[in-house]
């Protein structure tokens, strides 16, 4: 697998995709009990955005450097904002780019447990450096989809799995879908996050579409597009389905991805998209 995510990291896909991944943990964590957290596709942790690979596309200039320079006040993206800057502090600018393992970590408690799988050895290497010194830690360098297996159901049985292949293989729509299924049947109460690019093709209605008439229920879907759906360029949106959502989440994401579109997208392009793939 030759995918590096250094190329696109913090583009507006990362900015939505982190400010729900937040929003979600923080509601989890409002209670005491102790919640399980597990990355499928955790990448490295840390990104420079100086470095060769990100600054080919200088994607991150047209998402999260957008977004700071906005200073936005809506709780979800403000509190994104805050997360992401209190990574690498305030007065160094910002050099480089917090994945999701640090965001995440910066909202777990000691007593959370967190595992981080990353099936290319240098990115975990990468992120076995990067990430602070924690009890209640797990890197792997290991197949993500089968962590699933391995991990599910967690003792805790409160918590949220975040599954972000890089869908570089032809085959890992229908892979994360699968992946998907097998976690909720071995988990049936956990929420899970599956993220999926939205290009001109075809594939991510046709994932949408499978899930809806799987016969699984409460799959919420959030997605944000900077610009036309029909628009050959590549990456035109980013798309989350959420199983087991919060209560009311959708009624609260939306002003959230209101705002990060009025501010990733100036000339409106694109817009947001919230709807049930399948109800209680």
């Known amino acids: 697998m030759n ?27 409002r209670k005491p009990k102790p919640i399980f957290y ?19 596309g200088a994607e991150w200039r047209e998402g999260v450097g957008r977004l700071l320079e906005a200073s936005p006040d809506d709780v979800e993206v403000a509190r994104y904002c805050e997360r992401l800057l209190a990574t690498h502090g305030r007065a160094a600018g910002l050099r480089t780019y917090a994945g999701s393992p640090l965001l995440a970590l910066a909202s777990l ?5 967190a595992v981080f799988v990353e099936r290319q050895r240098s990115e975990a290497s990468a992120l ?12 792997l360098c290991s197949d993500g989809y089968a962590a699933l297996k391995a991990y599910l159901p967690p003792a805790e049985n409160r918590g949220l799995v ?11 729509f229908s892979m994360a879908e699968q992946a998907l299924r097998l976690g909720l049947d071995r988990w049936p109460s956990g929420q899970f996050a599956l993220w999926y690019p939205i290009k001109a093709g075809p594939e991510a209605q046709r994932l949408l579409a499978s899930l809806r008439n799987s016969g699984l ?15 050959p360029v590549g990456l035109n949106g980013s ?40 109800e209680e």
């Open 3 to 29: 995918y590096r995510h250094s190329f696109h990291a913090g583009n507006f896909a990362d900015v939505h995709k982190h400010v729900v991944l937040l929003a979600l943990l923080e509601r989890l964590t």
């Open 38 to 56: 597990l990355d499928t596709h955790a990448g490295r942790g840390r990104y420079d955005l100086a470095g060769a690979d990100a600054a080919r």
């Open 239 to 278: 798309g989350l389905l959420i199983a087991n959502p919060p209560w009311q989440f959708d009624v609260h994401m939306r002003p959230a991805l209101a705002a990060l579109h009025r501010i990733l997208s100036p000339d409106g392009a694109g817009g947001v998209r919230i709807d049930w793939l399948a």
């Open 217 to 231: 229920r409460k799959l919420l879907t959030l997605e944000l597009a900077t610009r036309p759906a029909d628009s």
């Open 162 to 172: 975040l599954i972000d292949p890089p869908y570089e293989s032809p085959h890992e």
């Open 109 to 113: 408690r000691p007593a959370d447990r």
């Open 128 to 139: 076995q450096v990067a990430l602070p010194g924690r009890r209640n830690t797990t890197v």
